[in-house]
């Protein structure tokens, strides 16, 4: 069981039998009465984001999830492979089910996919991915004392702000939660 008091961005309860995230809380206390937490989860199933408003110290119960690593392979129309790297066993996710990971996904990347009750549903990345940029304007010297950041397009069609010295074809770091920028790969 888990506790209001747990309560943290990220983390995954069960509410009314289906598996939630907690996208953002708010603990609030009342002038008379006790605490109330106030919450935005998004059902990992359908993506539908829900308020719900719990007492403090009431309990949710813990989701059954299980993670697995995958090996991404291909896409084709509406759908994404990935390959199970134990049993070599392949699983389509659709582009809903993948929501905003398919902007950092490359072939061959390994990656975990969660699971409720045998049915896979999202896609976690890991933290930091390695890309390489597939456009942006060139940098002119004297541009980086102004420490701005201009768009860059990635190889996975991802587009970022990077500082003015990274150029096309450099390899660099993003954090895959925020999509930022982190720094260059030598």
């Not at 896409?75 to 990971?101: G, R």
């Not at 096309?168 to 993003?174: L, S, T």
């Amino acid at each position: 069981m888990i506790s209001t008091s747990d309560f943290r961005k990220g983390l995954k309860v069960g509410f009314k039998d289906e598996p939630y995230e907690i996208v953002d809380f708010q603990h609030v206390k009342m002038g008379r009465g006790g605490a109330i937490v106030r919450t935005k989860m998004k059902n990992l199933k359908t993506g539908n984001v829900l308020e719900e408003t719990f007492r403090s110290g009431e309990k949710l119960e813990t989701p059954h999830l299980e993670e697995k690593a995958m090996q991404y392979l291909y896409a084709e129309d509406d759908l994404h492979y990935f390959m199970d790297t134990e049993t070599y066993e392949q699983v389509p996710l659709t582009t809903k089910q993948l929501s905003d990971a398919k902007k950092f996904l490359k072939e061959n990347m390994v990656v975990k996919i969660l699971y409720y009750r045998e049915e896979p549903l999202t896609v976690e990345l890991p933290t930091f991915v390695e890309l390489i940029v597939a456009k942006t304007e060139p940098g002119f010297k004297g541009d980086t004392a102004s420490g701005g950041s201009k768009p860059a397009t990635l190889e996975t069609g991802a587009v970022v702000r990077v500082p003015f010295h990274i150029n096309e074809g450099d390899v660099i770091k993003v954090d895959t939660r925020t999509s930022e920028y982190i720094e260059r790969v030598k």
